[in-house]
């Protein structure tokens, strides 16, 4: 079976098992039992899901931002910023 390239079957920081919850608009919502509920722009899924280098960066804020308490939407913008 191919790949949809509008979503993630696991995740880019942990390699759990992702579960796809709610389409809000062109996002989507993820739940991964290590970094619980992230949201992803469909531009950013099609990126991560067509280059190792943004399945990187990705992962890197998955890891960074997993303690903040409000559930967070990445976009192409955040694939694109420098990590801090
Ligand atoms: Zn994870």
Same mark, same amino acid.
């Given at each position: #079976?191919?790949?949809?390239?509008? $979503?993630? &079957?696991?995740?880019? /920081?942990?390699?759990?098992?992702?579960?796809?919850?709610? +389409?809000?608009? !062109? &996002?989507?919502? *993820?739940?991964?039992? $290590?970094?619980?509920? *992230?949201?992803? &722009?469909? $531009?950013?899924?099609? #990126? +991560?899901?067509?280059?190792?280098? =943004?399945?990187? +960066?990705?992962?890197? %804020?998955? !890891?960074?931002?997993?303690?903040?308490?409000?559930? %967070?939407? =990445? $976009?192409? !913008?955040?694939?694109? /910023?420098?990590? &801090?």
């Amino acid at each position: #079976m191919q790949e949809n390239n509008q $979503t993630l &079957s696991h995740c880019p /920081a942990c390699g759990e098992n992702l579960e796809a919850q709610l +389409i809000h608009g !062109d &996002s989507r919502i *993820f739940v991964c039992p $290590t970094h619980r509920r *992230f949201g992803l &722009s469909g $531009t950013a899924i099609a #990126m +991560i899901n067509g280059n190792d280098h =943004y399945r990187e +960066i990705i992962g890197r %804020r998955l !890891d960074r931002d997993r303690n903040i308490e409000q559930e %967070r939407v =990445y $976009t192409s !913008d955040d694939l694109n /910023a420098p990590i &801090s």
